[in-house]
């Protein structure tokens, strides 16, 4: 902020208090000039008045003597009551915080743009989400599920499933039954799964350009988290 | 009462629709019941030499819905078993000769004259099998325990669910053998992915063979395992749905178990 282009003395009301800017750059005397000017205009309401004056500076010690000096100044001319200088606002809240929602309430700020339905997704059909699709149910070779978000499969996937359409890379895909004939997530396209035999619930993910699928029980991407948020 | 309309189809060609249908329609005849059976394949008909009706064909399915015959005329009647009856596709036409209103209109009519009437749906997912399930109550899912025939029936089957029609499962030309060797899908595998009720199990035969080469239906042949089992099916499908379904075992394998048991022993 440059003082130089600021008027030398700004008066508005605060609270109780009248809150004096002054520029510090400028010359005792000159600034006591400019102060006449408002101070003869508010006449009586002077008188006694608690004057706040800012000089807009941390540096300490020109500070206070500024303002002793401007404060005995008024104080003779226009009889001004009690003169301090600005009191630095308290910091109630903490910045390193992470910033945390409260849950209970997240239907009044959230609405659910998931798709959930139930059945069997069979060969040759395909269901498309805007945002995440939850199947409860069995996805069949040859059929295809498009989502924007994430895709969660509460049954065996065995088809086609692209999550994070189009170029989500956050998006996961997980089945109880993990054994697709191709996946993609947002741009990356993974296809020919190795036999994953493994009968627990799987999911798979973008990790360092790659799509990774890894035991969702043990390898929990959410757990991490230190607060439950939407996604 | 109006008989029903039951429509055979597969998606995949060649895993025994054909053969299917004409061995359930003499497996029902032959229990009494008075049956047609319709051959949906228009422009590759083969349905007749199956049957072993070939020579005696005069009119076909597309003459009954152009009007150039009645129904009657163009219904062959099977001389080895009574109640049995053919409606012949046409060779010369293409599947657009009939729409599925026209079928919905003969199915009507032989409703009235026939107890059951049997589809033999063509292969793929075109006009000719939108056709047959137009005017089908029931639908009868034939798959192998192929991966391909799996892929295709369940394309089929969501097909059949939109048209409100609640599919039945054969699982034919099951090899026990290599079910038994981890070689094969087992009819547990195909039910699985499927996800529809299963009215029977046919075990590969070779019999089969030669009983649609000499046009001889399946089930007048003795000890046809797969003749056995349609006649099976056929009952479940009329009146006794709680028939328990056989699993074809490898009995071979069972006597050379026991056999070995004993030579062990000695």
Request: with cysteine.
């Amino acid at each position: 902020m440059n003082h130089n282009d600021d008027p030398p003395v700004k008066i508005k009301g605060v609270g109780d208090s009248l809150w004096v800017a002054v520029n510090p750059n400028l010359p005792v005397e000159q600034l006591k000039k400019e102060l006449i000017k408002p101070f003869e205009r508010l006449k009586h309401l002077a008188i006694n008045a608690r004057i706040i004056i800012d000089t807009g500076k941390d540096d300490q010690e020109n500070n206070d003597r500024l303002i002793e000096e401007l404060g005995n100044y008024l104080k003779a001319e226009f009889q001004v009551g009690h003169v301090s200088k600005p009191t630095p606002p308290k910091r109630s809240v903490n910045k390193n915080r992470i910033r945390q929602q409260d849950m209970g309430n997240a239907w009044h700020h959230y609405r659910n743009d998931g798709l959930l339905i139930a059945g069997r997704v069979r060969s040759g059909q395909k269901i498309q989400a805007k945002k995440h699709l939850i199947i409860l149910g069995d996805l069949n070779p040859g059929a295809e599920v498009i989502a924007g978000g994430d895709i969660i499969i509460l049954g065996c996937l065995q088809g086609k499933a692209s999550a994070g359409q189009p170029d989500n890379e956050n998006a996961i895909i997980m089945a109880l039954e993990f054994k697709p004939t191709q996946i993609q997530i947002g741009g990356f396209v993974a296809a020919g799964m190795a036999d994953s035999s493994a009968d627990r619930p799987e999911f798979a993910s973008v990790e360092e350009n790659a799509i990774i699928v890894d035991d969702y029980i043990k390898g929990n991407p959410f757990r991490r988290l230190a607060w439950p948020e939407v996604r | 009462m109006d008989g029903k309309v039951v429509v055979v189809t597969s998606g995949k060609g060649g895993v025994g629709k054909t053969t299917i249908s004409a061995s359930l329609g003499a497996a029902l005849a032959l229990q009494g019941k008075r049956v047609a059976v319709v051959d949906m394949d228009i422009g590759l008909r083969n349905l007749d030499v199956v049957m072993g009706l070939e020579n005696r064909i005069v009119f076909n399915i597309v003459d009954i819905i152009k009007g150039r015959c009645k129904i009657k005329q163009a219904a062959i009647r099977d001389r080895r078993i009574d109640n049995l009856y053919l409606i012949p596709a046409s060779q010369s036409d293409d599947k657009n000769a009939i729409k599925p209103e026209n079928m919905v209109w003969l199915t009507n009519r032989l409703r009235k004259e026939f107890d059951v009437t049997l589809l033999d749906c063509p292969a793929g997912i075109e006009q000719g099998f939108k056709n047959s399930i137009a005017a089908a109550d029931e639908a009868i899912v034939v798959c192998t325990p192929e991966v391909s025939a799996v892929r295709d029936a369940d394309r089929i089957i969501g097909l059949l669910y939109a048209q409100s029609i609640t599919p039945k499962l054969i699982v034919n030309r099951i090899v026990p053998e290599m079910v038994k060797n981890g070689d094969m899908l087992s009819h547990e595998d195909v039910v699985e992915v499927l996800a529809i009720d299963l009215i029977g199990l046919i075990e590969m035969d070779d019999r089969v063979v030669v009983s649609t080469n000499t046009g001889t239906p399946l089930i007048l042949q003795e000890e046809s395992k797969a003749g056995m089992a349609l006649q099976r099916i056929a009952l479940r499908l009329d009146g006794h749905p709680d028939l328990p379904i056989e699993n074809p075992m490898d009995k071979k394998s069972f006597w050379k178990k026991l056999g070995s048991r004993f030579s062990r022993k000695n």
